[in-house]
């Protein structure tokens, strides 16, 4: 019997190892990916007047993209319900300022954001005071 909660310890601190090498390796990689986010501004003085739409575009898909990747940082280490949240709203908001090609698109889009932060007010800050006056 004793064999099972130990199991269960042993494979929760190794999940929990993994998670963090993930977490050090996306970090890593958003730190490598910030010194191209600076070349694009060299891209974005370069391009003539029809192309600095598409560069400019390329550069807040990337710096958002790099948003996401912290944003996955925070979920991966603190497991929180609003580092989910915010996750998912920027991956949103990354697709409708990048990829959001009908007006179908841009109102669902719209709608869920608008959906998330409903929650993040009214359901998970209520949730985080409750938890504090539980400590108090």
Do not use: C
């Not at 501004?41 to 710096?63: H, N």
């Amino acid at each position: 019997m004793d064999k099972i909660p130990l199991f269960k310890t042993s494979v929760g601190r190794f999940a929990r190892a993994l998670e963090f090498i993930i977490a050090v390796a996306i970090a890593l990689g958003v730190v490598l990916g910030f010194f191209d986010l600076v070349k694009y501004y060299s891209l974005i003085l370069k391009a003539d007047v029809l192309g600095t739409y598409d560069v400019f575009q390329g550069f807040l898909g990337f710096a958002l993209l790099l948003i996401v990747g912290i944003e996955m940082i925070f979920m991966l280490l603190y497991h929180s319900t609003k580092a989910i949240l915010e996750l998912i709203l920027f991956v949103i908001a990354r697709k409708l300022l990048i990829y959001a090609n009908t007006m179908t698109d841009i109102v669902l889009g719209a709608v869920a954001i608008l959906i998330i932060f409903m929650t993040l007010h009214f359901f998970v800050k209520d949730r985080e005071k409750r938890v504090l006056q539980r400590k108090a």
